[in-house]
């Protein structure tokens, strides 16, 4: 990643340095992740992330699979942060989880 910084906003701008990114989350994503899914289907990539029966859902392009990827990371992220993403792995984690909300 590149960061740049400009003198018209005082925050800055982050500028991504898109093979390398890629590169970056192809090793990342190697590893099953519950929940998420990348799949390509007529010459589009479908990326979608299911947690506490919600289903958020993008397309993108067929050369974009990058993007698709990193939506589905930052997506994840933003779910953690706002306490929506509950990853109960195991039958008995989740059975534990839902008597304590009855």
């Not at 390509?40 to 397309?59: F, G």
């Not at 699979?65 to 990853?87: M, N």
């Not at 039958?91 to 839902?98: C, F, I, N, S």
């Amino acid at each position: 990643m590149t960061y740049t910084t400009q003198n018209t906003t005082p925050t800055g701008c982050v500028e991504l340095d898109y093979p390398l990114l890629a590169e970056a989350l192809r090793m990342m994503t190697r590893a099953d992740v519950p929940g998420l899914h990348l799949r390509q289907r007529d010459m589009r990539w479908n990326a979608c992330i299911t947690r506490n029966k919600v289903r958020y859902q993008r397309t993108f392009g067929f050369t974009e699979k990058y993007k698709a990827v990193a939506w589905l990371i930052c997506q994840r992220a933003e779910l953690i942060g706002a306490g929506k993403y509950i990853d109960g792995r195991s039958k008995a984690a989740r059975q534990a989880r839902e008597a304590a909300h009855v």
